[in-house]
C-alpha cells in the first residue's frame, strides 16, 4: 500500500514553455500533498502544501505565480511551471500523506527531472 | 524556524566498519524520519520515530531518538557496499499536520 506516482518522470522543454507534472496517490486517499524541489547534491526543499479542494500554501520565497499547484481531487495534485527557464531545472519530487494509522507519514513518488533548455 | 543539521555531509567507510550519522534539530519535534535515496532516484523511508527513546532496528541500519537532546541518530553496523546512498533524517513540528523539514543529507560511500 502507500504507492505514490508521479508523471512524467523527466521532461525535456524549451526556455518560455509551460510543463505540468502530476502526482497520483495509487492506493489511499490523500488529503495533503507536498511538493519538494532538489538541486543536484542538495536536501530536499518543500515548494508548497496542497489540500484537496483548497489552495495551496506556499514555501516563503516560491513564486505562486510560476509554480501552479491544483489538488482536484484526493488522489491527484498537479504542480505546472509556467514558463520555464534554465534555473527551474530541477528534480521535483511530491509526496502525499493522510493514510490512516501511519502517523501523517508522508509517501514519495518517483520525481519528475525537469531539464529546461 | 525548524532547523535540521546533520553530520557528517559525506562519509567514506570500509566494508565491514561500524559508524554513526547524527541529526541535530532545533525544536521541539514529535516526529522524525530517516530517509535513503539512491543516485537519481526519490526517497525510500527506513524509519518512522515518534518518541523519546525510540529505537528500531533494519538490518545494518539502527536508528534512535533523544527529545530531550533533539538528537537521532542512525548507525550503521558492519557495513555492505549496498549501503551506499544519501541518508536524510527529517522533522516534523509537533502541532503541525506534517509539514517536514529535511536535513542536509550525509552522502555515505563504502567502499570494498
Known amino acids: 500500500g502507500a504507492v505514490v506516482s508521479q508523471h512524467p518522470s523527466w521532461v525535456i522543454c524549451k526556455s518560455g514553455t509551460s510543463v505540468k507534472i502530476e502526482c497520483r496517490s495509487l492506493?489511499?486517499?490523500?488529503?495533503?500533498m507536498f511538493w519538494y524541489r532538489q538541486f543536484p547534491k542538495q536536501s530536499l526543499m518543500l515548494m508548497a502544501t496542497s489540500n484537496e479542494g483548497s489552495k495551496a500554501t506556499y514555501e516563503q520565497g516560491v513564486e505562486k505565480d510560476k509554480f501552479l499547484i491544483n489538488h482536484a481531487s484526493l488522489t491527484l495534485s498537479t504542480l505546472t511551471v509556467t514558463s520555464a527557464h534554465p534555473e527551474d531545472s530541477s528534480f521535483y519530487i511530491c509526496s502525499a500523506g493522510g493514510l490512516a494509522g501511519t502517523y501523517n507519514e508522508q509517501f514519495f513518488g518517483p520525481g519528475t527531472r525537469l531539464t529546461v533548455l | 524556524e525548524l532547523k535540521v543539521e546533520q553530520n557528517p555531509l559525506f562519509l567514506s567507510m570500509q566494508e565491514g566498519k561500524n559508524y554513526t550519522i547524527y541529526c541535530n534539530y532545533s525544536t521541539t519535534s514529535d516526529r522524525l524520519y530517516w530517509y535513503r535515496q539512491d543516485p537519481g532516484k526519490s526517497l525510500e523511508s527506513l524509519f518512522v520515530?515518534?518518541?523519546?527513546?525510540a529505537v528500531k532496528q533494519e538490518g545494518r541500519l539502527m536508528a534512535s531518538l533523544d527529545t530531550k537532546a533533539r538528537l537521532s541518530t542512525l548507525h550503521i553496523t558492519a557495513a555492505v557496499h549496498d549501503l551506499s546512498a544519501t541518508y536524510f533524517c527529517a522533522v516534523a513540528l509537533t502541532g503541525t499536520a506534517s509539514k517536514l523539514t529535511f536535513g542536509t543529507g550525509t552522502r555515505l560511500q563504502v567502499t570494498l
Open positions: 520515530l515518534l518518541s523519546n527513546g
Open positions: 492506493d489511499f486517499q490523500a488529503t495533503t
